[in-house]
């Protein structure tokens, strides 16, 4: 015979599950919705990435190109179609509709680690504004 106490259980578990679907499929709309802003882009294999974008900077290409795949993993996004020139604030930028917290904080604990251990200059993403320069606050140039 089921109580009041078991009912009282099975409706939270409902009610939990019901939540959770829900937040994983809001989340993959969402992410999926920012992946869309990238897919009219051509397909640029991440080592050519380096060889257009950044062969005079004086970076090293394994570092810059760990930086690239890293940044990319972080955002949920494909490394191949992004620039150096994609902004935080407009490409980059949370889906709107959605909340403010998405992968960009994420990366904030990316940077503040990257920057911790490799003894790096201390830099806010807040004060980032393109790809290219979250590349350059947190590889090292070549002989460092």
């Known amino acids: 015979m089921?109580?009041?106490?078991?009912?009282?259980?099975?409706g939270f578990a409902i009610f939990l599950v019901v939540h959770i679907v829900i937040f994983v499929l809001r989340n993959y709309g969402r992410i999926r919705r920012k992946q869309e802003r990238f897919a009219g882009r051509p397909v640029l294999p991440c080592d050519r990435i380096y060889q257009t974008y950044f062969p005079e900077s004086g970076l090293d290409q394994i570092d810059?190109?760990?930086s690239w795949?890293?940044?990319?993993?972080t955002l949920k996004l494909d490394p191949q179609r992004l620039r150096p020139t994609d902004r935080f604030d407009r490409e980059l930028a949370p889906v709107?509709?959605?909340?403010?917290?998405?992968?960009?904080?994420v990366l904030e604990a990316v940077l503040a680690?990257?920057?911790?251990?490799?003894?790096l200059q201390a830099v806010d993403l807040e004060t980032l504004e393109t790809l290219e320069d979250y590349i350059r606050a947190t590889s090292r140039r070549f002989g460092a």
């Open 113 to 119: 680690l990257r920057v911790r251990t490799r003894g």
């Open 96 to 105: 709107v509709g959605t909340t403010k917290l998405d992968e960009l904080h």
């Open 64 to 66: 810059v190109q760990h």
């Open 2 to 10: 089921i109580d009041i106490m078991d009912l009282i259980g099975i």
């Open 69 to 73: 795949q890293e940044l990319a993993k």
